[in-house]
């Protein structure tokens, strides 16, 4: 299996968690990324220390709280798929959350270095932006949960849905260097879901020189890093995929370059 793909545990550890990734994990600075499935009754929590953090409810409803506020019964969707827009918990560094579940939850905690410069707040699916975006097989489905314009210090969270047969992150792009205002270096994770669950999806990885030059089949539940390059998706026929972003860097701002081969796609 390639390096740059990062597995779900077939059973849940002590805490409930199923995937875990962290800088160190990764071979990087800004990004964490973690997955819990949860039971109802089941409870989580933990302080943030030098990390901010936005709780993404993928499925499922929980009571949730941070700092001193507390949100009772947040969620909706039973499914990624539904494709509504998530609830989600943004948690500022040096604070603490705690989680109980009130059905079977799929948690994405989304993690970066924080500081403390933004209140615990709750996103609910009025306030995610939902945006088409491309044309044709080009087309897919995006909801902006925590984009630039919003408060946070460090992260950049993103969901789309790709309908079976269509790509995604195309024409590819990349943005992996300090370059603003044409270009910002931002570290990215990809997490998966398939629908039906015994597809996959397809993602290459790579950069101009060929360095990084990877084509990746990935599985439902599965995540994939992106230190560099670009990184295009693909969704076979009959499978619709899902994937949840969540970007980082020195800059907090999305800037990215078009691979000059494809960038005519965008005309």
Not at 126 to 148: A, F
Request: aromatic fraction near 8%; include cysteine.
């Amino acid at each position: 299996m390639s390096e740059l793909i990062v597995p779900s545990r077939a059973v849940p550890d002590e805490r409930g968690c199923v995937l875990s990734v962290t800088p160190e994990s990764a071979g990087w600075t800004y990004v964490g990324f973690e997955v819990f499935r949860l039971a109802a009754g089941d409870k989580l929590g933990r302080e943030t220390g030098g990390q901010e953090a936005a709780l993404v409810l993928l499925s499922g409803r929980a009571d949730v709280s941070a700092g001193d506020q507390t949100w009772r019964g947040v969620g909706k969707r039973m499914s990624v798929f539904e494709k509504t827009p998530p609830y989600t918990v943004y948690v500022p560094s040096g604070d603490q959350w705690d989680l109980e579940a009130l059905t079977e939850v799929e948690l994405a905690v989304c993690l970066a270095p924080g500081r403390c410069g933004h209140a615990a707040r709750l996103i609910a699916p009025e306030d995610v932006g939902v945006e088409h975006r491309g044309s044709g097989s080009m087309s897919r489905l995006v909801h902006n949960i925590l984009p630039e314009s919003e408060p946070a210090d460090s992260l950049l969270v993103v969901e789309v849905f790709t309908p079976a047969g269509h790509w995604s992150s195309y024409p590819p792009h990349k943005h992996d260097t300090d370059n603003l205002p044409n270009e910002s270096l931002l570290e990215e994770t990809y997490y998966f879901r398939v629908q039906p669950e015994q597809g996959f999806a397809v993602q290459r990885v790579y950069t101009d020189d060929r360095s990084l030059d990877e084509t990746l089949a990935v599985k439902d539940r599965e995540a994939v890093l992106v230190p560099r390059g670009y990184h295009p998706v693909s969704a076979p026929p009959g499978y619709d995929v899902y994937y949840l972003n969540v970007m980082a860097g020195p800059t907090r701002t999305w800037r990215f370059h078009n691979d000059p081969d494809h960038a005519w796609l965008m005309r």
